[in-house]
């Protein structure tokens, strides 16, 4: 069997997931807002706000059970109670002819370790301005190869769980914003290639990898639909394709996930 054909079938038998409202790790939690409610903060965060709905993003570490989130109402604190639910990650083993890019050498560690904290500092960043009141599209049309939470194995190491959802298309493809937002940084990084991260306001950022050519530069607003940059198989990619992360508070959650949620809330009529 081809490689790219496993995937895909691997892909297939894991695409169930469950309904947006229902928390799994690397999911979300979507909760109505009772009236008068103010802070509402999981783990001690604050949390993602649209109309009266707060969307909770929840760790794909986290354990499944009983969980809560906390929030201000007629001056005390309030809880509230919710259960993350289990849910089985499917495994994918990938094999990168390029070993410097599995186990990278020790010369590019410095980059490595420079580059990771500039993204460290961009997901951390909280604006807060709202720029996605029309929700979130997908940014490529084409063939979804890897799902976000895949257990991943290069060359056979196990590595992180997938951060995002890779999208296959050919070289040289539009790809196009999620949603609106500012741009913060629109450059070549070592494992992702050239890449774009979107500041949509609130704690929400998305990143978009691996580009052949980036369309817009650092600082420029962009809206929702608009080209940023073109398929290409830039730092660690097998082929072409798009790997888009969707980050909320810090948390890496699943993009196809997150955008239902979203969307469900801003089409939801206010009561
Ligand atoms: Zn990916």
Not at 127 to 140: D, W
Not at 171 to 182: F, L, S
Not at 215 to 234: D, F, M, P, W, Y
Request: proline residues 7%.
């Amino acid at each position: 069997m081809k490689p790219l054909l496993a995937i895909l079938l691997l892909c297939l038998t894991s695409i169930a997931h469950g309904a947006p409202t229902k928390p799994i790790p690397g999911g979300i939690y979507r909760f109505k807002i009772p009236i008068d409610a103010t802070n509402i903060a999981y783990r001690g965060k604050s949390v993602f706000i649209a109309k009266e709905w707060a969307l909770v993003a929840i760790p794909i570490t986290t354990e499944p059970g009983e969980s809560s989130l906390t929030y201000a109402q007629g001056g005390s604190l309030q809880t509230h109670n919710f259960t993350i639910q289990p849910h089985a990650y499917t495994e994918q083993h990938i094999t990168i002819k390029n070993e410097a890019l599995v186990s990278p050498p020790p010369e590019a560690q410095k980059r490595i370790q420079r580059e990771s904290a500039r993204q460290r500092g961009l997901y951390a960043s909280h604006r807060p301005e709202h720029n996605v009141t029309s929700g979130f599209q997908l940014p490529l049309t084409g063939i979804t190869t890897s799902l976000f939470g895949h257990k991943r194995f290069f060359n056979g190491q196990p590595r992180n769980p997938h951060s995002g959802l890779d999208i296959a298309a050919d070289r040289g493809t539009p790809i196009v914003a999620a949603g609106g937002g500012v741009v913060t940084l629109a450059d070549e990084l070592y494992f992702n290639g050239n890449t774009i991260f979107i500041d949509h306001g609130r704690g929400l950022i998305t990143m978009y990898c691996h580009m052949s050519k980036l369309e817009v530069v650092e600082n420029e607003r962009v809206s929702k639909g608009q080209t940023i940059g073109l398929v290409g198989a830039t730092g660690r990619a097998t082929g072409p394709h798009l790997h888009w992360s969707v980050s909320l508070n810090e948390t890496r959650v699943d993009p196809k996930i997150f955008t239902e949620a979203l969307n469900q809330t801003v089409n939801s009529q206010a009561n």
